[in-house]
């Protein structure tokens, strides 16, 4: 057999390094041990490895199977002689020298670079900026100036997100290059716009490894690019996100909170608050695939929870008292914990240099994946029977409380009327008799403990809620009935 097995940059900078795995080295090693071939052929002996830890891999895989490793450039680097290993293991000391020393420099030339306050090279430009990273590019800027202000003004990260993705506005990052297929490239994530919007480089602040940087005289060192926006204008939009975190306005006034998932990602949705020209809150994802109206959907779904529990009741339904069930009853429970040992036994021998990168990512990475069809199963079981019977099927009173519920608007929702009407679909009969279909919709009133109460009741007979995807602009109430896809307990 022969094969070739190039890597990209050889053996990497540094010897020492962890964060690279060298995945056609260890392929090539696996090979060998099957004995696909007797010999292997490099370019020179530091080409073949720079690590010390995998030099002595080598020098066992060759006593345990005779393979033969020839070099173009070293004469007589042979690991089946004494002699052989000696000059190797000098070699390679040599090489690790080399590279410790390669990499000292370019440490130092990149944080030189830094405080010079020249930008860091990227694969790709950064978003609001030419390609040398430092022209400003007017219309991404705009964006993010706005979105900014709206951030001050409350709205979510999310928010931004899914207007961006909504509005056809893509990151910096080119289509060709993108390696993620689960969605459309340029699509925005969370983080990114985060970082985007709200990153030091934005305000024109060079950083050291992810950190802001300082001057002797203790002033944050500028980059020298023209900043998007003012130091001001950072601090002011990361309070609002830390005061709306703080006071739980974006998740301790949702009474749907956890039970909902988009319908495009199977992810939470969480909720937006009102914001900039938008006049009602949202469950949104942070993907940006879905939003829909929170005060429409909580309306939708407690109607349907409260009917659903009063012909349970009508039919004379009951439910007997269970318990939940625990981890430990799972027959493949102790599958997943010998998985879990086994990944945090290999790491620990490879921090303390007892394996080596190639033979510990492997088997960590097949592990992992074992490990993530487990805790799939293991959810699943947890799921079934896990929630105790529906509260309202028990207690009388909490059905009549919902029905108190159901009555008061928990939200003031705009629709678009239809000819000749002035109702608004979820609106006060006041902001009705006004035709006022732009009203504006107000967080959902009540006490933290009214929200854990109903969220409670729901939670009793909704196991989840997918939201699907719908067009953009106002909708007619059977098309917002027809993205609710409700997973009733049984």
Request: aromatic share 6%.
């Amino acid at each position: 057999m022969v094969a070739e097995y190039p890597e990209a940059d050889g053996t990497g900078a540094s010897e020492q390094s962890k964060a690279k795995e060298r995945e056609r080295y260890g392929a090539m090693l696996a090979a060998a041990r099957d004995r696909e071939f007797d010999t292997i052929i490099a370019y020179s002996d530091d080409r073949l490895t720079r690590r010390p830890l995998e030099l002595e891999e080598l020098i066992k895989l060759v006593d345990q199977t005779g393979l033969s490793i020839r070099t173009v450039r070293t004469e007589n680097y042979d690991l089946s002689t004494t002699q052989g290993i000696t000059l190797a293991r000098i070699l390679g000391a040599i090489a690790a020298g080399e590279a410790r020393t390669i990499s000292e420099r370019q440490k130092v030339t990149f944080e030189r670079n830094a405080y010079a306050g020249r930008p860091k090279r990227q694969r790709q430009r950064p978003f609001g900026w030419e390609d040398d990273a430092i022209t400003i590019r007017e219309e991404e800027a705009h964006h993010i100036r706005k979105a900014v202000e709206e951030i001050k003004g409350g709205a979510s990260v999310a928010s931004i997100a899914h207007g961006w993705n909504e509005a056809g506005i893509r990151t910096a990052v080119d289509p060709a290059q993108s390696k993620k297929e689960e969605k459309p490239a340029g699509q925005w994530e969370w983080s990114v716009v985060y970082r985007v919007l709200l990153g030091w480089r934005t305000a024109g602040v060079r950083t050291y490894r992810r950190e802001p940087l300082y001057d002797a005289e203790g002033k944050l060192v500028m980059g020298a690019w023209a900043p998007i926006i003012s130091l001001q204008d950072r601090d002011q939009a990361l309070a609002m996100l830390s005061r709306l975190s703080r006071t739980k306005l974006r998740t301790g006034s949702w009474p749907l909170a956890g039970m909902l998932r988009c319908g495009e990602c199977s992810k939470p949705l969480y909720g937006q608050l009102p914001s900039g020209s938008r006049g009602r809150a949202l469950y949104g994802c942070k993907q940006g695939h879905v939003g829909i109206s929170a005060g429409l959907l909580e309306q939708h779904l407690i109607r349907e929870t409260v009917e659903r529990a009063v012909r349970a009741h009508q039919a004379g339904a009951s439910a007997e008292e269970t318990q939940p069930k625990q981890p430990a009853d799972w027959p493949d429970f102790v599958l997943l914990t010998a998985a879990t040992e086994k990944i945090w036994e290999l790491l620990e021998a490879y921090r303390a240099s007892q394996l080596p990168a190639s033979i510990v990512f492997p088997q960590v990475g097949e592990l992992e994946k074992e490990q993530r069809e487990l805790q799939k199963s293991l959810d699943a079981f947890l799921m079934e029977g896990a929630a105790p019977p529906s509260p309202l099927r028990r207690s009388t009173e909490a059905l009549e409380w919902l029905l108190g519920v159901q009555g008061q608007f928990l939200r003031i929702t705009p629709r678009q009327a239809k000819d000749g009407e002035n109702q608004l679909w979820g609106a006060p009969a006041a902001a009705a008799a006004q035709g006022d279909d732009r009203t504006q919709e107000l967080p959902y009133a009540a006490s933290p403990e009214e929200t854990e109460e109903l969220n409670r009741l729901l939670r009793g007979e909704l196991e989840m809620v997918v939201i699907k995807k719908g067009k953009a602009g106002r909708q007619s109430e059977a098309q917002f009935r027809s993205r609710i896809d409700p997973v009733w307990r049984k």
